[in-house]
């Protein structure tokens, strides 16, 4: 993962963070074995901003592999978003407005660190009592 985001990843970034387009969006999601500038994980789009160098055989892999997956990749070059960030952003919410959700009533499959989308508390996920540090993990008693 990159610590040093593109100046368009940036201008995207402002835009899409903090649920501005009505959904959670994530920057550097990974989705293995690729890593993704940007992914709304309850409606599947996977949102990259290209520098000027392709490796189009490389890219028509992974976009194969990401549709597979359920995931829908939009592709943006980073003279779109310096000159059409608007257009960019708008194309955005729409794909995000019109994808179907990704699950629904379930849990989030993939929560975030802070924890968002779970319903269940943690403890009740682990399969053993105690959590970590707790000195050995014994077997919960099978109902």
């Known amino acids: 993962m990159r610590n040093n985001p593109t100046e368009g990843e940036v201008r995207v970034w402002r835009h899409l963070s903090g649920s501005q387009p009505g959904f959670k969006f994530r920057r550097q999601a990974v ?5 993704c500038d940007f ?3 309850a409606k599947g789009p996977v949102v990259e ?3 000027e160098t392709h490796d189009v055989p490389y890219d028509a892999r992974r ?6 997956k359920g995931y829908r990749t939009l592709r ?3 003279r779109d978003v310096r000159n059409i ?4 952003i ?10 179907p959700d990704r699950w629904s009533g379930r849990p989030h499959p993939d929560p975030s660190p ?4 779970m319903n269940v508390r943690r403890a009740e996920l682990l399969p053993f009592q105690g959590g970590a540090g707790a000195g050995g993990a014994s077997q919960r008693p099978h109902e």
């Open 31 to 35: 989705i293995v074995p690729y890593i």
């Open 39 to 41: 992914l709304c994980p």
């Open 49 to 51: 901003v290209d520098g």
């Open 63 to 68: 976009y194969a592999y990401l549709l597979a």
């Open 76 to 78: 943006f070059s980073n």
């Open 85 to 88: 960030l608007e257009g960019v």
């Open 90 to 99: 708008l194309t955005i919410a729409d794909a995000v407005r019109t994808q």
């Open 114 to 117: 802070e924890g968002e989308g």
